[in-house]
Nanobody, 127 residues
């Protein structure tokens, strides 16, 4: 069992930057691949980015590649999403999620691969 808590979301103007944080508790953080998903009003939850247990493997959805950076600090039990050049279409509730892994070899991108979810932090980008 692992509990996840996101923070850092807020209102920002287009072109601005934000850093989201997700802190885990209750289990060994390094046992999980970690991902970020987002859900805009009226739309389904979509994959944003993920990284493997050690952080050595990373995958981004094409719409954020080059603007967003995912990273993790296993010593702090925290995963980050650094977001730059934000656009109004980035407006969404951002969730972090944990995927149990036996080996440091996977970067899952599907919702069904993740067992644990945070409550989300709202990012609103104004035009």
């Amino acid at each position: 069992q692992v509990q996840l808590a996101e923070s850092g979301g807020e209102l920002v103007q287009a072109g601005g930057s934000l850093r989201l944080s997700c802190t885990a508790s209750g289990d060994t953080f390094s046992r999980y691949a970690m991902g970020w998903f987002r859900q805009a009003r009226g739309k389904e939850r979509e994959f944003v980015a993920a990284l493997s247990m050690s952080g050595g493997l990373i995958y981004y959805t094409p719409s954020v590649k080059g603007r967003f950076t995912i990273s993790r600090d296993n010593a702090k039990n925290t995963v980050y999403l650094q977001m730059a050049n934000l656009k109004p279409e980035d407006t969404a509730l951002y969730h972090c999620a944990a995927s149990p892994q036996a080996r440091d070899s996977a970067v899952p991108s599907t919702r069904s691969s993740y067992d644990y979810w945070g409550q989300g932090t709202q990012v609103t980008v104004s035009s």
